[in-house]
């Protein structure tokens, strides 16, 4: 594993938007914006059924339950195995845990953004935007930085 090198995604869109372009071989000359959007997914995570890329697993689980999410995650980080909505995710060969338990183990920080992506803006006294109402949407990212 190098400084900087991927080796996981876990975005219930872009999983999504990734699935969803596996059966388009037009290799973006359908003429359509969706056969250059599935093209553009398919070169960059591969083709499920040739050089499917080890990071993203295609068709994962998410349904949007925060406990479910947090678990696939711990089972990543962890390098556990395990059962979700009746799917089985193994995660005990990927990278970043032989990492962790490499002799010496490499160290990584560990990064989390919190941002608010739809919803109604409001500015504090402070000078910060708030999204508040019913229809506010929060994203997280996680970032795990390999150490020197």
């Known amino acids: ?4 090198e991927l080796i996981q995604i876990f975005d219930v869109y872009l ?3 990734a699935n969803g372009a596996i059966g388009d071989t037009s290799n973006g000359l359908g003429g359509t914006v969706t056969s250059i959007q599935n093209y553009a997914y398919n070169s960059v995570f591969g083709n499920k059924t040739t050089d499917f890329k080890s990071y993203y697993l295609n068709g994962a689980p998410w349904l949007g339950n925060p406990e479910l999410v947090k678990l696939r ?11 979700i ?13 032989q990492a962790i338990k490499a002799n010496p183990p490499k ?4 990064e989390f953004i ?3 992506y739809t919803g109604q803006t409001i ?8 999204v508040v109402g019913a ?7 996680i970032i795990y930085t390999m150490l020197p």
């Open 73 to 83: 995650i711990d089972l990543f980080v962890n390098g556990k195995a395990g059962y």
């Open 1 to 4: 594993m190098l400084a900087g």
């Open 107 to 110: 160290q990584f920080k560990e």
């Open 114 to 116: 919190n941002y608010s």
């Open 15 to 17: 999983e999504g938007k």
């Open 123 to 130: 500015e504090t006294e402070d000078g910060d935007s708030l």
């Open 85 to 97: 909505n009746d799917k089985y995710l193994d995660y005990t060969n990927n990278e970043f845990y």
């Open 135 to 141: 229809s506010a949407k929060d994203k997280t990212i």
